[in-house]
């Protein structure tokens, strides 16, 4: 059964509406390529922040460096710190300090301490005391000195510096009335004192601060005069003054 001419006039408008109007013994041609679709939005972002980046990282890496400044030589550096001015700073405390360890020790020797060690830090570093040592004969807990020598004396001897006591003296005496005041007392022992109003000329010339002009002005006073009551009574010989009179009191008598 043949089509309609209304059928026909349809399919004519429907193959126009979709490919254009062709006559019917041609089909329409596929495109040859697809079309090439735009780029999306955010791979351009992504780019444009690649290129960005990139930049930074060069001038990061090729930058120039900035050289530290050389200071000039010969020139000296002008100290910034306060603590190191001042009197503290010239006078720093040495780190370490020498002494010299002798006597009844294990090994005498010169030894090097810390600053602020003491006299039992020294006997530990020279292997302790002996078993005849003193130790209570010298004080254990004083702080050294650089450059002291330390000496530990034996059971029996004497401690080091130690000197024997001098004799008390005796009671003064006082004078009987109406006698005249007493000479003064003996002079150093084994050196007999010196008569000043019977010795001789060479006799006095042995005193300190006398030669052999006041010697012979001695004599001249007590002809002149008569004997000397007191020692004092030299300070009227001429070329004795209170220093010489001093150093002759206890040398003289009458």
Do not use: C, Y
Request: proline share 15%; glycine share 10%; net charge negative.
């Amino acid at each position: 059964m043949a089509p309609s001419p209304d059928d026909r006039f349809a399919l004519l408008v429907g193959r126009s509406s979709t490919h254009g109007w062709l006559p019917e013994d041609e089909e329409p041609e596929e495109d040859p390529a697809p079309r090439s679709r735009p780029v999306p939005a955010k791979l351009a972002v992504l780019a444009v922040l690649g290129v960005v980046l990139a930049g930074i990282v060069a001038f990061v890496v090729l930058a120039p460096t900035e050289e530290p400044a050389e200071l000039p030589v010969g020139e000296p550096v002008a100290a910034s710190s306060t603590a190191e001015s001042g009197p503290a700073a010239a006078t720093s405390a040495p780190v370490e300090i020498t002494v010299h360890v002798v006597g009844a020790v294990a090994r005498p020797a010169v030894v090097q301490l810390p600053h602020g060690s003491r006299v039992a830090d020294a006997l530990t570093a020279v292997g302790g005391p002996t078993d005849d040592a003193d130790t209570s004969a010298i004080n254990l807990a004083r702080v050294l000195t650089d450059g002291e020598q330390i000496i530990v004396p034996a059971h029996g001897e004497d401690a080091p510096g130690a000197a024997p006591a001098a004799p008390a003296a005796p009671p003064a005496v006082p004078p009987a009335p109406g006698a005249p005041p007493a000479g003064p007392g003996p002079g150093p022992p084994g050196q007999p004192l010196v008569n000043i109003n019977t010795a001789d000329a060479a006799g006095l010339d042995t005193l300190p601060g006398v030669g052999p002009a006041t010697a012979e002005a001695i004599i001249t006073h007590r002809t002149e005069n008569g004997p000397f009551a007191a020692v004092d009574d030299l300070i009227d010989v001429p070329g004795i003054g209170d220093a010489t009179l001093a150093r002759l009191r206890d040398l003289v008598t009458v």
